[in-house]
């Protein structure tokens, strides 16, 4: 594509995505709102001032044959650093991977050695919702919750009938996708099965410029990526059973088989021969009651994980943990406007790393300890004080209270502003791997702590069936004993700096309907300066924002539809990026897809096509320093949605 | 007419002498003022690059870094350099990921390719004749009993590899003495000894540690360094003293914590009088038992260790100017920032400190 045609393009998607993304559509809105009163325990209901986002449904949609790291790099504000498939991890905030805790039922499926999870190894297919919070949320969350916290939910909805859902997909250069869903129930009892299987050659070309022939010829070579096949498939089982209205007993069950080869980089791609592979296994459950019937309500959980991980088939490299986890929690509404929640939770950890020694770790124990109070003094005047004592065995973990705050007025009929804000201390406890990984662990490590500070207003304006929502949040955050791994004579993990973090976020949401026509967009914009302002060796604070954290980013979104045909847009910026302390920069660069999709309804039944066209304007980028990226790729799917439910 | 042939005259005068000048650069072989120096090797970080040359010109007292790319039209280094040294009038430079023996002239041009084919992550070289011999760790190295890693030999006439010896054990420093190619094995408690007449003539001699590199005394002896390890039990750490007339292992000098990093972590003096080692010791600091770096010096007439540099973090080799004896420490605190060349005296004293490329970890000289 020329310059020219390249600049009318970014026209036109500014133009057509003007009021853009990452909120939820008004009737997501208006769910959430329901949700609120049916989900007394919800993260959301004693969090009134943070802010949390839904993925839309829509979004959801389209990257339905995708995982955690499409959707976070295409419709929000947060950048992934990664490569072409294999390994990619989140950075809130400007904070580090294990600062962003990941929530699935009662578990957090953060490693306990590495401390965070690989993206593209969490399928959206899986997962009916994805929340996200931004911001520290320990006092909920627990270890982790420094920079933000991901929700992955199941919606309940107590099947009476069976229903279907099965989507195949295909993209360029090898990428396959099949999963099926399928429900059963009576009203009373309810078994969902989720299954898929994702399998991509990730043969994609790509420009090299660090060919054989540089010396003679400059100019960058057309090269195929070799040595960057993933395969990933899992099935997630649920069992549901309605003991009575407001008494539930719900399960998951999920295992999960992921493996990649470790992608090379550019240059080495050249001379490629064979390169080595990773084998994830991981299986999570969760099964937990819950009695909402009365004023007194309570539920309590137990879950069980298993993860590993082979290198390179090396049976002798086996990194694996063993969890059982258990919480229990009583909510008592002793006035209209008051509830008081409190509860406790405890786990047994048991690793099997090739890298420890049984002498140092053979198992570990932690319990936690929490109490939540909601007050709303005023009508509309929601707070809340959540406060969380964890206990490790022979390591002293941190206190986390957190105070939040929202308050909401109806300025005119179809005019609402809300005011949020919040304090919160968050923390992290070091990884199995930071203590005790062979000789170079570290058990003197201290818990990471933070303070999290924000406050931000929200105008929704609706007019009639339209809606149009501004957000503007501003935060400060610090992270103190920051744990990095440096040479000390040996490398090891110590307690190093002390990081701030601070920006400002505004979202654009919008939503208009006329009769058959609807349009929904949204745009995101964050500015994230986040420093090291202290460190053990004074030399290492500068002026310079911390690798891998773009201080400006944003995107945007658009969907059309006429009665059953769909088109969509996206649009996403990431600013310049620091790949080294050394003052070196990735570029900017722009990533831009569309799609269009069509549901062809038979009585409950549908039928829905969808191609896209994702990195539409063949950008050249890296998401990483010298690791290529797929340009311009074409997908196409095909799912259906087979219903025979009672209504 | 004249002046046009005068013109002619001293265009063609310019022009070869502007050609034999690249000429002359391409294939510079003779060491001058223009390589004299000290060169640092900085590694970089594994699989994202970064990895530098940094020249130090110690008499004129300048540093140039990034001197790779300023010497090839900006064009960086595509491999994380392990080791480098000079043989034979060109320098030799161990890249991984990816994987190739750099070879340049003693200007750091770099006209050709980089040896790959037969190379799977070289770790160092030694050269002997028309030959290097390179230490590889193979494609796929299981990291426990490394069966797959072997030693290349490359004709340094034509680049190419001309001959494997599998070598199981995971191979790291080198030296030559006697007619024999020692090799360090860094997951076994052995040196291997292969006859250069026979290469599978393959003896080992038994260590109390693993081994990571040799020094050579004026006898042809070889000092090696023992380490602790994850995958062995090592019953003792510190410095063996081979014999090569015997291939024996003689003597064993104790030293607690040192360093397993992949450097120059053992250097002598010009006179041979002291050999630095890298080794950390655990200190306390504020109630809390630390480790901490420092190089220790070992008086070869008394064998006996003494500390040298204390409480330094980031150690990634030490190195001793054969001009002023001058000892160097290349330090670096993490992989993603520049390190440090630090100058001290021989008695220890701190000269001054000087900025280098990522994780430098070895140095050479041109005098």
Redesign the interface.
Known sequence: MSLSMRHLYYLFCLFITFPLIAGESDFVIDSVFLEEVTTYSSYRRFQPGAKIDRIPAAQMQIAQSGNLEEVFSRFTPVYIKGNAGGLSTIRFRGTAPDHTAINFGGININSHTLGHSNMTKIPVFLFDRIDVQYGSSSAINGSGAIGGAIYLEQNHTWTKGVRNYRIYSNGSYGEHFYGEKLYLGNGVWESVTKFYNYENRNRFSFKNP?H?N??TD?TPIKDRQNGAEVHNRGVLQQFNYLLAPGETLKSSFWYEESWHQVQ??M??N??Y??T?ELDNKNFRSWVEYENNSSEIQYKAGAGYVRDRQI??N?N??LVATERLVTDALVSYSYAPNQELRFGGRYKYIVPDVH?YSRDNIRYEQRAHLFLSWFYEPIKNLKTTINLRQPYVTGFNAPFAPSFMAEYAMNTSEALRTTFNSGVSRSYRIPTLNDRFW??QGNP?LKSEVGINIEGGVTMLYQPGADYYRLRVNAFYMDVDNWI?W?????W?ARNIQKVQSKGMEIQLHAGIEMQSFSLEGGLNYTYNPVKRIKDI?AS?VNDQQL?YSPLHMGNSFLQMKWREFSCFADLGYTGERY????GNTLPSHVMANSGLSYRLPFNQHSLILMAQVKNLLNEDYQN???YAMPGRTYHISISFDLNFTQL | MKRIANIFTVLLAAGLFFSACTSDDDNKFERDETTFGCYIVNYG?F????ASITRYDYKADTVTNGYFERQ??G?EL??NIQYANVYNGSIYMMGN????VITTNLLFQ????GI?EGI?KPRFFVGNGDYIYVSCWG??P???DMVDTYIAKIDTRTNEVVEKIDLPGGPEGLAIANGHLYAALNFRKQVAVIDLNDYESITYIETPGVTSYFIKDASNNLYVTLL?S?TQDVEDTGMGYINTATKTLEEVYSLD?I???YGSVISPNNDFSTIYV????WVEVEG???????VFSFDVASKSYSPFISN?????GVMVNPDTDEIYLLT???T???GKLNVYNEDGTFIKDIQVG?SPAWAFFMK
Do not use: C, V
Not at chain 2, 47 to 50: E, S, T, W
Not at chain 2, 97 to 100: K, L, M, Q, T, V
Not at chain 2, 110 to 113: K, M
Not at chain 2, 312 to 316: A, I, K, T, Y
């Open positions: 660090y054989n540089r010396f400059p090379p980089n240059p080495s050249i001379t021969e064979s080595a290198y390179n090396i002798d490299q890298a062979g000789t003197n990095e440096r040479n000390f004579g040996q090891e060796t290492h690798m790949y080294d302390n050394d990483e320093r010298y | 970080s699989g994202n690059l970064g090839n039209n064009f595509l491999s990921e990816r994987d190739e770099q006209t050709e390719n790959s799977a494609s796929n299981d990291w426990g602790s994850f914590g360093s397993s990093s890298i080794a950390a010791s809390k038992w630390e480790q901490q770096g420092g330094l973090s980031g150690m990634g670096s605190s993490s993603s920032e520049s990522r």
